[in-house]
């Protein structure tokens, strides 16, 4: 069975970094595309990242293209998702996703002064 | 970017019903190479995260009911639900995976009359 854990969300002040992470099990992790997914309270769903199963090939939204950094460690099974610069409107759940047919249950990130 | 415009905004069916709720995208996602939609339907009920519903625009996750369909026009989509059921109540989410940045529609929520 596919699982997905998220971790590392909380309150911080803008400008600040925050680091989550996907610890994944279930599957062969380093074969699939992941991504991270946000969505604000009571918003849809917004696509923020993906990297390739070998980790060399990654993608952003322009919304934080510059100040969030996915990664992986395949050998730890785990995604990965810095955010440096932290913004108000970065506040969201954030969802890990393999590859959009499996999903995590979300961490919450606040950004408020 | 291609923008996925869900319609209509929040549907209201009768049990047993059929619910029909369209999504167009600006462009196309059809990939020339395998002649596939790159467009996937996504059910959210509240405090979960998405369920990937139908892939390739008309293909069914695995486990998902056959009351769930998809189709697809043009650059135009369709997620038909039958026989409406309670545990169907929920935002229900288009999107493509043809290009980056994927891209979600707003969301369309379905309620039972």
């Known amino acids: 069975e596919v699982q997905l854990v998220e971790a590392g969300g909380g309150l911080v002040q803008p400008g600040e970094s925050l680091r989550l992470s996907c610890a994944a099990s279930?599957?062969?992790?380093?074969?699939?595309?992941m991504h991270w997914v946000r969505q604000a309270p009571g918003k849809g769903l917004v696509w923020v990242s993906r990297?390739?199963?070998?980790?060399?090939?990654?993608n952003y939204a322009d919304s934080v293209k510059g100040r969030f950094t996915i990664s992986r460690d395949n050998a730890k099974n785990t995604l990965y998702l810095q955010m440096d610069s932290l913004r108000v409107e970065d506040t969201a759940v954030y969802y890990c996703?393999?590859?959009?047919?499996?999903w995590g249950q979300g961490t919450l990130v606040t950004v408020s002064s | 970017d291609i923008v996925m415009t869900q319609s209509p905004d929040s549907l209201t069916v009768s049990l047993g019903e059929r619910a029909t709720i369209n999504c167009k995208s600006s462009?196309?996602?059809?990939?020339?190479?395998?002649?596939?939609?790159?467009l996937a339907w996504y059910q959210q009920k509240p405090g979960q995260p998405p369920k990937l519903l139908i892939y390739?625009?008309?293909a069914r996750d695995s486990g998902v009911p056959d009351r769930f369909s998809g189709s697809e026009s043009g650059t135009d989509f369709t997620l038909t639900i039958n026989s409406l059921q309670t545990a169907d109540v929920a935002v229900y989410y288009c999107?493509?995976?043809?290009?980056?940045?994927?891209?979600f529609g707003q969301g369309t929520r379905l309620e039972i009359k």
């Open positions: 996703t393999k590859d959009f047919d499996s």
């Open positions: 279930g599957f062969t992790f380093s074969s699939y595309w």
């Open positions: 990297i390739r199963g070998d980790g060399r090939i990654s």
């Open positions: 462009q196309s996602v059809l990939s020339s190479s395998n002649n596939k939609n790159y």
């Open positions: 390739w625009a008309s």
């Open positions: 999107q493509q995976y043809y290009s980056t940045p994927i891209t």
